[in-house]
């Protein structure tokens, strides 16, 4: 950016990058796009492993935060998020940001964070492997979905199901969900990671904060021949990554305003 470029907005995120080779993927590719995103949208990215930056000082220079892969674990980088957010802060996160599972490395130990602030509750299964999905838009009129067809492919991702129906919170507004024409979705081996119906919010807000939650964010790896290629790349989709670019755009001009 020049001197002349006038900056809409700034964006902090947050990650960890230390587990499985597919977040560790997408994480590293953010870091690369979203800095493009920034240099043709007018806006800054900075990225940090250190969540100990979760704090009031930091946090008051930037109107957007996004979580790349992980989420706060110490009580205080919590309390000062909650406080971020209901102060009109701007959260985008993505796929293994919301996860939460007990007993594991993640457990459902933030109860206004998964069930109020998301509302998904606890991670139940996944897809696998990593595929693509045709999405349906739920919501049209929703500045992040603009322009988007009413139903579009996504990049490929491998894809979560949660413990509560969004279907029935009135704080969610669910923007994009699984289409059943993505049926079967998955691969396997195992048949429980093939999904053969049901209904899969994939991309949500919660009306009562300024936050939009994606569940894409999982490349696919070359797992079997223990070479950690990558096999795909999240930001591969032109409608996906026009809606992350929209949802980014409404999340820092309305954050900006406060």
Known sequence: MNKATVILFHVLAFYTARNDQAHISFVHEANRWFPEM????HFTYDSTRD???LNDSVLSRYQVVLFLDTRPDSPAQRAAFQRYMERGGGWMGFHFAAFALTPSDYPDNWPWYHHTFLGSGSYVSNTWRPVSAVLRVEDPNHPATKGLPARFTTAPSEWYRWSEDLRTNPDIDILASIDPSSFPLGTGPKPSEIW???????VWTNRRFRMIYLNMGHNDIDYEHHTNVELSHTFDSA????????????????????
């Open 38 to 41: 920034a240099a043709r949208y």
């Open 51 to 53: 969540w100990n930056d």
């Open 196 to 202: 053969h119906s049901g209904y899969y919010p994939v």
């Open 239 to 258: 409608p996906q990554d026009s809606l992350i670019v929209h949802a980014l755009q409404w999340l820092g001009g309305a954050a900006a305003a406060r």
